[in-house]
């Protein structure tokens, strides 16, 4: 299938959560390919570090507050450090700009995570599939199903060569990965990769928004949970999304507010003085996620699949409102 040629994704882009768990200090900044470098971190004293899962990401706090998301790419067993692939985004708005321009090693970096949102689950093989600097979450499930003996491949698709990171350490893994440069390929071919995926494969995909929604609609077929997406970006507003205003219980604190069309359910609950984690206010990085115990929640985030938002039992207040007139969260 056709595809216009790989557009890197922007950061996701929010505000300093409320809480910050670590100070991490910059102990190594490498290029590591064109426009992305890697960033080592560890704590000053050289402690332990939260222990992490593939397909994690941490929240880095950047001067001015603002937070961007990215993926643990390191080794998840080495408890002392963390290792995150940042790409340069020249439509960002300046948090790419300012790790690769300013910070250096040896500064000190707001940490929060790591959280998980794209977890890697049994299954008999794994295909997976990156575009750009998409390719960093599903390093360490390359190291996670080695070290589990399931058979896996990885299609890698990038602008060009130049800018596909971590090539190296890919490499060591022979014909199981398949580098794809789109000026000397072309597009992906997702069609014979994914028109006959066999049972029992789990097929895991990150990079831009327009090869997420190619893969997915290559793999509407395929069974509920057999594909896994991270976006860097908040999907489209699905049509028929209801903007009225709706009525929030909170169970446990036994006070009913009123979100108005205008405002979001975090807003409502910020005005209200509750307290709800939240960093990305774009759907994307699970920090505000909050149980629902009754009501149709109105999902407008990037990290339900189909399932678990049929399911109807957490949401995103940062971005999901309701489809029912009276939604009861778990606060
Ligand atoms: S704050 Fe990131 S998903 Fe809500």
């Known amino acids: 299938m056709a595809m216009t040629p790989m557009a890197e994704p922007p950061d996701p882009v929010g505000t300093a959560p409320r809480s910050t768990a670590l100070n991490l200090r910059v102990t190594a900044k490498t290029r590591v390919a064109e426009g992305v470098v890697a960033l080592t971190l560890a704590r ?15 929240d880095l706090v950047l001067p001015g507050g603002l937070t961007r998301q990215y993926s643990l790419c390191g080794d998840r067993w080495d408890a002392s450090t963390y290792r995150i692939g940042v790409l340069r985004e020249p439509g960002g708005r300046g948090g790419s700009a300012f790790v690769h321009d300013e910070l250096a090693v040896g500064d000190l970096v707001g940490i929060g995570g790591p959280r998980n949102n794209f977890r890697l689950v ?10 750009g600097i998409g390719i960093t979450p599903l390093l360490p499930m390359i190291v996670q199903a080695e070290l589990t003996g399931i058979p896996w491949k990885l299609l890698y698709g990038g602008r060009t060569r130049s800018s596909m990171a971590f090539q190296d350490e890919l490499s060591t893994h022979g014909d ?25 494969t789990r097929v895991y995909c ?5 090869l997420l929604d190619a893969v997915e609609r290559h793999c509407a077929d395929l069974p509920a949970g057999r594909l896994r997406l991270e976006r860097f970006v908040a999907a489209d507003r699905p049509a028929g999304a209801r903007d009225d205003a709706f009525e929030v219980e909170l169970r446990r604190s036994g006070r009913t507010l009123a979100v108005d069309r205008d ?12 307290n709800v984690l939240s960093s990305c206010h774009q759907g994307l990085c699970g920090t505000c996620e909050t149980t629902v115990l009754d009501g149709v929640p109105d999902h407008r985030d ?10 109807g039992d957490c949401i995103f207040v940062c971005v999901s409102r309701s489809l029912s007139d009276r939604l009861v969260l778990d606060l």
């Open 302 to 311: 990037a990290l339900l699949d189909d399932a678990e938002r049929a399911a």
């Open 263 to 274: 405002q979001s359910l975090l807003q409502a609950l910020g005005e209200a003085g509750v």
């Open 122 to 131: 049994p299954a008999e093989r794994y295909l997976f599939i990156a575009g």
């Open 206 to 210: 990150c990079g831009p928004a327009g």
């Open 44 to 58: 000053p004293d050289g402690g332990r570090l939260p222990d992490w899962t593939p397909g994690a990401h941490v």
């Open 176 to 200: 199981k990965v398949s580098f794809v440069p789109h000026d000397e390929h072309g597009p992906l071919d997702l069609a014979a990769w994914l028109n006959d995926v066999p049972d029992g």
